[in-house]
């Protein structure tokens, strides 16, 4: 029996959205100042960077309180938080559980970490969907965070950033801003990317990351949805990508065959950096800022390692009047403190003392 998309026997969609970006930003060619190299291919502009007093779970909260502003709903409400990540500040302690303490969600609510490289926000949305369609929640909420690690001097230093964004399922009613179509997954063994226990930063495989893992499971899980569900490519209105630099969403977009201007709404890479686990999150809450009722969006996660899930998205009125309650994601991008190598370096404790 083949794979079949995932659809939930209710419909189930978005009620809230809410991102954080930290203000302090660095230049990718301050990081070439230092370290006398970089690649102009990666096309990225500066990255955002976690402050002393940010860490994945301050990134997740902020995010998460929005997305509760936007959804118009009590903390006490949600039955379900899971934040998905792969920069934990405790090796052994979960952030769900400091995320719902801090949002008011406790002590009746369900919590659990998600990893699965930079697509483990989007496993916190499959788990909400689930949980949502069966009725043993109301309302979950799925959070894609990091505040990416990238070892001094590799090409990784360019481009991770630091961001997040929180998104809070219910069953499809007026208050839906997008509901969910279906979604597909596809997941193989690919050592694309990788950090051993004890290890600080972590390793990955140069152009290798590309054509047999990034590519492969994004055409692949984006292919599989369209198919299940009867879809084309012009059938999308905007379509949201991983984006572990400028380049790789738009190659991605043309082999499935979708027209790059259906992307660049959702690219904010170029000025946040790959925000890892919430780079796909952060993509479709820019999307969702500008998106009008009845389009149709595209969201393709993918998480070294290797997988990918696919969703569809189709927008309702309820986003007219909600999105403005909380901050779009473009007003984190416009807020920023440049800082240089040095004050970054402090900042992200690359200077073991």
Partial sequence: MGHQALRPDDDVGIVGYGVYIPVYRIKAAEIARVWGKFNDDLSVEEKAVAGPDEDAVTIAIEAARYAIKRAGIRPDAIGAVYVGTESKPYAVKPCSTIVAEAIGATPNVLAADYEFACKAG????????????????????AIGVDTAQGRPADALEYTTGSGGGAFIFAKKSNETLAYVEGSYSFVTDTPDFWRRDGDRYPYHMGRFTGEPAYFRH???????????????PSDFDYAVFHQPNYKFPLKAARYIGIPEDKVK????????????????????????????PGDRILLVSYGSGAGSDAFSFIVQDAIEGKRDRAPKVSAFLSRRKEVDYSIYAKFRNKILM
């Fill in 265 to 292: 709404p959702g690219l904010v890479y170029s000025m946040t950096g790959n925000t890892y686990s919430g780079s796909s999150m952060i993509g479709l809450a820019a999307v969702l800022d500008v998106a009008k």
């Fill in 122 to 141: 989007t496993e916190a949305f499959q788990a909400s969907i689930g949980l949502v369609a069966s009725g043993m929640v109301e309302y979950s909420m």
């Fill in 218 to 232: 994004t055409v692949m899980a984006a292919k599989g949805l369209m198919s299940e569900l009867g879809l084309r």
